[in-house]
Nanobody, 124 residues
């Protein structure tokens, strides 16, 4: 089993940056695909980014491509989401998730474990 704890959210002005972290427990962290999703009020949860177990492959939603960067440190069992050039529409609760095997990285139902989420608010 994997437990995930996000941190790093907060309030930032448009154009600013934040770095989210997701600390994972469990010895098998390096086996998991890790993803970030977000959910804004009144909206469905949406895919943001994902990274393969090795870190070699990364995937992004079109809305964040070029602004967000996902990375992982398997030795620290942590995945990161560097968010630059933030926009008010990036405001949401951000969740990290872990999934095993050949999952479709953009499909939330295919992830096995979820964190509790961290709030990101971008003011205009």
């Amino acid at each position: 089993q994997v437990q995930l704890v996000e941190s790093g959210g907060g309030l930032v002005q448009a154009g600013g940056s934040l770095r989210l972290s997701c600390a994972a427990s469990g010895r098998t962290f390096s086996s998991y695909v890790m993803g970030w999703f977000r959910q804004a009020p009144g909206k469905e949860r949406e895919f943001v980014a994902a990274i393969s177990w090795s870190g070699r492959n990364t995937y992004y939603a079109d809305s964040v491509k070029g602004r967000f960067t996902i990375s992982r440190d398997n030795a620290k069992t942590t995945v990161y989401l560097q968010m630059n050039s933030l926009k008010p529409e990036d405001t949401a609760v951000y969740y990290c998730a872990a999934g095993l095997g050949g999952i479709r990285v953009g499909v939330s139902n295919e992830y096995d474990y979820w964190g509790q989420g961290t709030q990101v608010t971008v003011s205009s």
